[in-house]
C-alpha cells in the first residue's frame, strides 16, 4: 500500500514514521510538514538517518493521486478541512486529531470550544479502537485515531460495564502521562525545570478527554456514563498509568470472565499483578491489572500504555492493518523497553 503521512515531525507523527519506515507492507510515498518543508528527516530526529525521507510542503491534489492510506497527525480544528478534502479521493484516512473522534458535533464543540469543521464526515467516521471496532474499522474510508487516556480508560472499563458489574456512577480514573502527551512544543510548564522532580494534575473536571471516555463508555454500557477523570502529568518522556475505582459487588470470578473477552486480543494483556508503565512503554500493548476491594465494594484497576504508540501511531498502524487485510499485528510486535 501506498502510504502519506501529514504532519510527520510532532511526537506522534515521528512516532507514525517509524513504525511504517519498519512495515513490510506499506511504501512511503509523501512525508508532509509546514514547518520543516524541503528539510530530511534526519535534519529533525537524527535517528532517521538509516532510513531518511524528505519532508514535503502539503498538496492535497498530489497525496490524493499517490496514497492508498493517509494519516493525518494534525491539532484538533486544523485536521477537520485537510480530512473532507481527502476524503473526497480515493484515498482512506487515519487521523489523529480529535476532530472525527466523536458522533455528535455539539459535544465536540462543547468540549473543544472550537466549531467543527466537517460535521457531514461525523457519520461516516469509526471510532478506531480494534478491540471494540473491528469489524466496522476493515470498512471504513475514515478512521478517528481514540486519544491517549481514553484508550487507557475505555480498555479497562468497557468489558465490565457491558457485563454490568461495575455501578454506573461514581467511576473515577485517575490517569498520569509522560511529556511526550503534551506534543512537541516549548511551552513553559514542559521545560525541563518544570517537570523534573515534580509530579501535577491539571485539567481538573474540564479535560476534554473526559467526553470522549464518556460517550464510549455508555455505549458499553448501553446506559449514560458520567465519570471524574484527573490527568496527572509525569517527569517521564512516555507511557500512561490510570489507575480507575469504581464500586462493585461482583465476584472475582465474575470480573476474571467479564475479562476473557480479551483473551484473543494481540494487543491487551491482563495481568495477575498490576502493571507499570516499564512493561508496556515501546510497545502496542494495554496491560490491565485489577483488586477488589472487598471491604468497600470497590474494584480497583491500573491500566497502562505508551501514549503514542497504544495511545497514538501504534493504534493507527493496527487500524490500517484491519483495514488493509494485513496481519493485524505487522509492525507493532516490538516487545517493550523495560529499561
Not at 177 to 198: H, I, Q, Y
Not at 307 to 321: E, T, Y
Request: net charge negative.
Amino acid at each position: 500500500m501506498n502510504i502519506s503521512v501529514i504532519g510527520a515531525t510532532g511526537y506522534a507523527g515521528a512516532e507514525l514514521m517509524r513504525i511504517l519506515s519498519s512495515h513490510k507492507e506499506v511504501d512511503i510515498k509523501h512525508a508532509i510538514s509546514k514547518s520543516f518543508a524541503g528539510q530530511k528527516m534526519s535534519d529533525i530526529y537524527e535517528s532517521f538517518l538509516a532510513c531518511d525521507y524528505t519532508l514535503e510542503a502539503l498538496d492535497i491534489d498530489a497525496i490524493c493521486a499517490d496514497s492508498d492510506i493517509v494519516f493525518t497527525c494534525l491539532p484538533h480544528g486544523t485536521s477537520a478541512d485537510v480530512v473532507s478534502r481527502l476524503y473526497e479521493s480515493k484515498a482512506r484516512v487515519i487521523d489523529l486529531s480529535a476532530d472525527f473522534r466523536y458522533y455528535d458535533a455539539a459535544l465536540y464543540e462543547k468540549w473543544y470550544n472550537t466549531k467543527h469543521g466537517a460535521k457531514h464526515l461525523l457519520e461516516q467516521s469509526v471510532y478506531g479502537m480494534p478491540e471494540l471496532y473491528r469489524e466496522q474499522i476493515k470498512g471504513a474510508k475514515l478512521i478517528g485515531v481514540p486519544g491517549c487516556y481514553p484508550t487507557s480508560a475505555i480498555l479497562a472499563l468497557a468489558p465490565l460495564l457491558a457485563a454490568g458489574l461495575i455501578e454506573s456512577s461514581g467511576i473515577i480514573v485517575d490517569s498520569k502521562s509522560g511529556t511526550t502527551g503534551a506534543g512537541r512544543s516549548t511551552k513553559l510548564p514542559l521545560l525541563f525545570c518544570e517537570v523534573d522532580e515534580n509530579f501535577k494534575a491539571y485539567g481538573l473536571a474540564t479535560h476534554r478527554h473526559t467526553s470522549e471516555i464518556e460517550q464510549e463508555l455508555s455505549i458499553a454500557a448501553d446506559s449514560e456514563i458520567t465519570l471524574s477523570f484527573t490527568p496527572h502529568l509525569l517527569p517521564i518522556k512516555r507511557g500512561i498509568l490510570s489507575t480507575i475505582y469504581a464500586n462493585t459487588t461482583a465476584s472475582e470470578e465474575q470480573i476474571s470472565k467479564a475479562y476473557e473477552v480479551y483473551n484473543d486480543e494481540p494487543f491487551v494483556q491482563v495481568v495477575d499483578g498490576l502493571p507499570e508503565i516499564k512493561h508496556v512503554a515501546g510497545s502496542n500493548n494495554c496491560a490491565i491489572g485489577y483488586k477488589i476491594d472487598k471491604r468497600l465494594n470497590r474494584i480497583i484497576i491500573v491500566s497502562c500504555i505508551d501514549n503514542l504508540i497504544k495511545g497514538a501511531a501504534g493504534q493507527a498502524v493496527q487500524n490500517m492493518n484491519l483495514m488493509c487485510g494485513f496481519d493485524e499485528t505487522e509492525g507493532l510486535n516490538q516487545i517493550g523497553w523495560y529499561l
